[in-house]
RNA sequence: GCCACUGUAGCUCAGCCGGUAGAGCAGCGGUUUUGUAAACCGCAGGUCGCGGGUUCGAAUCCCGCCGGUGGCUCCA
């Protein structure tokens, strides 16, 4: 007789084959009334599920809290949404609907789009099934059975599924029993009933590739969302209601942080006066910080020629999503087609493509044509890598330029340009260095996701003894920056290469002691991290400081990078105790990451409502009437003085829109100053929320002020 | 780049089925000198994203571009 170990410690015995709800009815009448699901051994089943040996069993219920209880909500209200809109347009065929954070959703194969348009009618459809209180049976049929049934639907999607799927296949139908109700293969599982379903709302539909892959059919992905009751999806609609509110890009304009003109380009930010106080600041903050930490300020040009990129490995590997490169002469326009035709051949022999590139080179210059093929390394048959050496010797001549897509090219020229001793190390390279992507156009966002953008970057070359003190301090430097800002909600990601991609430069020696670093010093930070193959850079791993935003969306801001392979690409050295060359070891670091990014987070972050040192305006002084207005003045002139950023308002307004626009601004302190106030030399404090602080002398008002910023008080 | 939606004054938006534009806020001018969440009167402001087409007539319908939004893909 199987054993259940319920949450509580209770145990039960009972009858082999007995299911989980029948169970539930054995503890009482209400929890039988209230299960949704059970979880059997931590794996979420069926009411239906049938125990046959021992097990922990809990019993779900609906909770807007419970993710499980979700979870098995989601799943069923998307096979409602599905039934819905196959009744509606019986020629979807349906290919895959999973629960997701906060709904679901349905991938379906229909060649008419859909539109909110379509939305009610999807909507009433469901309700009408759920209103009918149908229960969801499952039943399972052998692999070949299924396919079977599966073959004579004609629906390649479900087969894809099928064949990906394990064991035996099971399928759901919506109503007591097959062939009269809508029916769909999946693995479960399901809520007793439709009825159960509380609220819903189809939210969404948009375009996704099958399996993601860009070459396959564009789908139409039709988001819903469901819940216990109608009050928990008011709740959620309010949640959204809420986080659009604080959304960076409505804020930065009413708040006149940042715009994005379309004649300077997409993409590309600017930072109004209000926008750039709060960066300066952030800025100021970190070079103050570097100094404390040994760091070196440089700077360096927008771009750079398309050599340097060449030996970095940027430009042939990130060449699509770069902005195209400027190119000196039409010579070196083809100079570069025929270094990547040749790069891009695979065997050792000079190509069709590439003999076409040479007579149109050999046409445009003739000189330079000659030069090439009489190079000794290009004449010297099937070998690539010398055809390549001397075609890069002839763009030595005339070149390209490439807006710089990272910094590090140029650090590493800085570090190169003279002799480096052992005892010099480490060397800490700091720069805002602006950068350059071409992010596809259905990419770009706001301030979060941009093609021109300015890391607050820093190379350190350090020996390898000095590597993993190194990485710790750049560690614990971005964590200072987070703690800074209160950004506490935040998970520490150990990014490594995927070892079946090619898309990384490097040997595997270098990849295996960067990657030991990496982890030895997250290890010994303390930090709780996860790893994730694949996600490193193309020439190291990373530990990359992944934050949540207000609407639970997730950015990578810090990163520190550990970098064997760049040092040795770019042949640098330092002369060892030994009297011998040695090759540093690189850390690439960003604690904000990308500035804009940044700010933009912080602007949702705060919800505009910056911390005193970050606010743009810090103090309004609001005069009551003329009668103030000197004194009002001597207020204003007293906090300029001490450093303060402060505006007077002596419009012939009321106090009341005066605070309005104040406030509307999020300015933290606004200051009303009547009669009463010059008398007595104080201030009358309000802060951006409404509240009156009271009056406060103005003397002991500028003290505080200047401290909260001095201090960056949250 | 792909799919869907979307683009009217500086901002937020109205303008149904085609009859050549309207409000609030902001701005400007005046009145009000005011004690804590938007004073009053007036004025000005728009090639209705751009370009084609249909039509006697287009902000409105159709097509193509260009922005933007939500996803997908991508993300050094």
Redesign the pocket.
């Known amino acids: 007789m199987p054993q259940v170990t319920l949450p509580d410690g209770k145990t039960l015995e009972v009858a082999p084959g007995t299911t989980v709800g029948q169970v539930a009815a054995m503890i009482g009448p209400g929890l039988a009334k209230a299960a949704v699901a059970g979880k059997v051994n931590g794996e979420i089943v069926d009411l239906s599920h049938p125990l046959e040996a021992d097990c922990r069993l809990e019993l779900l219920k609906l909770d807007a809290a419970d993710p499980d209880s979700l979870y098995v909500l989601r799943h069923s209200a998307a096979h409602v949404m599905a039934e819905a809109i196959c009744s509606l347009f019986p020629e979807t065929k349906l290919v895959y609907g999973p629960p997701v954070d906060n709904g679901f959703y349905y991938d379906i194969d229909l060649d008419r ?4 348009q379509d939305f009610e009618a999807i909507e009433q459809r469901m309700a009408q099934i759920i209103k009918e209180d149908r229960p969801f049976t499952r039943y399972e049929v052998d692999r070949q059975e299924a396919f079977k049934k599966l073959q004579a639907e004609g629906n390649r999607y479900k087969i894809d599924n099928a064949e990906r799927a394990e064991g035996p296949l099971s399928f759901y139908v919506t109503g007591p029993e097959p062939g009269r109700y809508f029916e769909d293969l999946c693995r479960g599982p399901h809520l007793p009933s439709t009825g159960r379903i509380g609220a819903f709302k189809v939210m ?6 099958y399996r ?3 070459k396959e059919k ?1 789908l ?2 039709v ?1 819903g969302t469901a819940w216990p009751t109608r009050k928990d999806l008011d709740k959620y609609l309010a949640q959204l209601e809420e986080a659009k509110k604080r ?1 960076h ?2 804020l930065g ?2 708040l006149g942080l940042f715009t ?1 003109d ?1 004649l300077v380009g ?2 590309l930010v600017l930072w109004k006066p209000k926008g750039a106080v709060i960066r300066a600041q952030l800025e100021d903050f970190l070079r103050a910080e570097l100094i404390k930490s040994g760091y070196q300020p440089v700077y360096t040009p927008h771009i750079g020629k398309l050599g340097l990129y060449r030996t970095s490995g ?1 430009f042939p590997y ?1 060449k ?3 902005f195209p490169p400027i190119f000196e002469s039409r010579t070196a326009e083809i100079l570069n087609r025929l270094w990547e035709a040749a790069r891009g051949r695979p065997s050792g022999e000079i190509c069709p493509e590439e003999r076409q590139i040479l007579a149109e080179l050999r046409q445009t210059d003739a000189a330079a044509y000659e030069a090439l093929t009489g190079h000794s390394a290009y004449k010297a048959g099937g070998d690539k890598a010398a055809h390549l050496k001397a075609i890069e010797a002839q763009l030595e001549v005339s070149d390209g330029y490439l807006l710089k ?2 910094n590090c090219p140029h650090h590493i020229r800085i570090y190169a340009s003279e002799p480096r001793s052992y005892r010099d190390l480490p060397i800490r390279l700091a720069e805002f260095g602006t ?1 350059y ?10 301030m979060t ?1 941009v093609r021109g953008f300015t890391q607050d970057d820093a190379h350190l070359f350090c020996r390898p003894d000095q590597l993993l003190e190194e990485i710790t301090g750049c560690v614990n430097l971005t964590r200072k920056v987070l703690d800074l800002l209160g950004l506490s909600d935040y998970s520490v990601r150990v990014s490594l290469r995927d070892p079946a991609s090619d ?1 990384y430069v490097g040997s595997a020696e270098n990849w295996a002691l960067a990657e030991q670093a990496v982890r030895e010093a997250v290890k010994a930070s303390g930090m709780v991290f996860t790893e994730a193959l694949g ?1 490193a ?2 020439y190291g791993p990373k530990i990359d400081f992944i934050v949540k935003d207000c609407i639970g969306r997730e950015w990578q801001l810090g ?1 520190v990078q550990v970098d064997y392979n760049l040092p040795e690409r770019f042949e640098l050295t330092y002369i060892g105790a030994d009297n011998a060359a040695h090759q540093p070891v690189m850390i690439h670091r960003a604690p904000f990451g990308s500035m804009e990014r940044f700010v933009g987070i912080l602007i949702e972050h705060f919800a505009g409502a910056f911390p005193l040192w970050l606010a743009p305006l810090q103090v309004v002084v609001a005069s ?5 207005a000197d004194y009002a003045r001597t207020v204003r002139d007293r906090l300029f003085a001490a450093g303060v950023r402060v505006e007077l308002d002596d ?7 005066k ?2 626009n104040a ?2 601004q999020k300015v933290p302190y ?1 200051l ?7 008398a007595e030399q104080s201030v ?1 404090v ?1 802060d951006r ?2 509240r ?1 602080l009271g009056n406060e002398d103005l003397a002991a008002f500028v003290e505080r002020c200047t401290r909260e910023i001095r201090e960056r008080v949250l």
């Open positions: 789009p859909l539109s909110s969404q539909v948009s375009g996704a590739y993601g892959d860009q564009q139409q992905r988001y959304d890009r409505k304009q009413e994005v379309p997409s993409g940027h990130y699509d999503s770069q897509p990272m950068v992507r071409y992010e596809q156009s259905g990419e770009l966002s706001g996701r898309k996600e850079a193309f990163t009551v009437s003329e009668k103030s419009s012939p307004e009321k106090i009341g829109p605070k309005h406030r509307k606004i009303v100053v009547g009669e009463k106030e010059a009358n309000n929320n409404g009156n």
